[in-house]
């Protein structure tokens, strides 16, 4: 992976990020309330759930 690969990851992360907030700012900011009520054990297994996504994604593509 070459420096515009990962270039180009990021702006393409950066945009489906972008999306929810820029359509629908009153359910992003619920969404990410009931966010931050969640325990830190709980965030973790989300954010386990989606590198080991992403990593099997991306073992498919290569």
Same mark, same amino acid.
């Given at each position: 992976?070459?420096?515009t690969t990962?270039?180009? &990851?990021? $702006?393409?992360?950066?945009? @489906? =990020?972008?999306? @929810?907030?820029? %359509? &629908?700012? &009153? !359910?992003? !900011? =619920?969404? +990410?309330?009931? #966010?931050? %009520?969640?325990?830190?054990g709980q965030? !973790? +297994? +989300?954010? @386990? $759930?989606?590198?080991?996504?992403?990593? &099997?994604?991306?073992? #498919? @593509?290569?």
């Amino acid at each position: 992976m070459n420096g515009t690969t990962f270039g180009l &990851a990021i $702006a393409l992360m950066l945009i @489906l =990020e972008g999306l @929810l907030p820029l %359509a &629908a700012p &009153a !359910r992003w !900011r =619920e969404i +990410f309330q009931r #966010v931050s %009520a969640l325990t830190d054990g709980q965030i !973790r +297994f +989300f954010g @386990l $759930a989606a590198v080991g996504s992403g990593l &099997a994604l991306l073992l #498919v @593509l290569l």
